[in-house]
């Protein structure tokens, strides 16, 4: 996997800040972010993935606040008010909070309608006394399926809130400041779109022996988890999030079980310490090569 990032400067800037990007690969898009990030990024999250206990702590652990939309129950959706207040609290103390703008996820690189979220936190935080600036940002893949993508992470101009929004608004115009906001942010995140490279790729022939033995050391941990995963996340978004968070924790582990049965076969300590050292290697060869 590679990330080429436009603007990168624009991520170390301090909060108060709301990025606010597109949304075409579900989870994934918030870890590209938050990896290019300076400081610690708060999220705003899909409602229905805090529905189990051990999700809901899990995912606040890690900054993430829920949203629910309509087709998740309208019972829910008092609740995003709670979340709307802990998104300006996250801005009243200077730190950085990013929402996908679009409230969708349709692993797809397009631009698609926004909703009002963003804005809404925008007017809610402004009339507290906080005025955010805005960092839009436009992610692409070159696939949603396969291993060893090529990513294109676009930041655009940064820009200040109260150019938007006032303290004082009224009833009425707080629909039109919320319009404006959202066409200038689309007209934005329209010219920063890029789409990334075909995913065809060329290797080096010299490389082949390498890639070959690359792929046979990993073959039997990555399809297992990969067919695990594809069946698990059937008729959903989450495929490509959900298989790099099973690999991220299942590959260590892999390697350490791989040392002890290797060591319990008899190999020696130095020669073992080698091979377990060859499989990260192997594989940044394996995904780096393609061109």
Known sequence: MSIKVHNKTALKQKGPLLIVANHPDSFFDALVIAANCTYPVSFLARGDVFTKPW?????????????????????????????????????????????????????????????????????????????????????????FKHFGKKIYLMLGTSFSAGLYFSADSTPASMSLERNNFNNTVMQEMVSLFKEPPSKKYKRPIYLFPIIGIAWFWHAPLFLIIKNFVAYKTKGTVFYDSVLFAVLLFAYPLYLVLLFLLLHYTGIPVLMNSLIIAAHPLLAIIYTRSKK
């Open 55 to 143: 999700h809901n702590f899990l995912l606040r652990a890690l900054n993430m606040m829920p949203v629910y939309r309509q087709r998740e129950g309208k019972e829910h959706l008092h609740k995003n008010q709670n979340s709307f207040d802990a998104s300006v609290e996250v801005l009243k103390n200077g730190g950085i909070l990013l929402i996908f703008i679009e409230g969708t996820c349709l692993n797809k690189n397009e631009i698609q309608p926004f909703k009002k979220g963003a804005a809404r936190i925008l007017q809610q935080a402004v009339a507290a006394g906080v005025i955010p600036t805005v960092l839009p940002a436009v992610i692409t893949y070159n696939g």
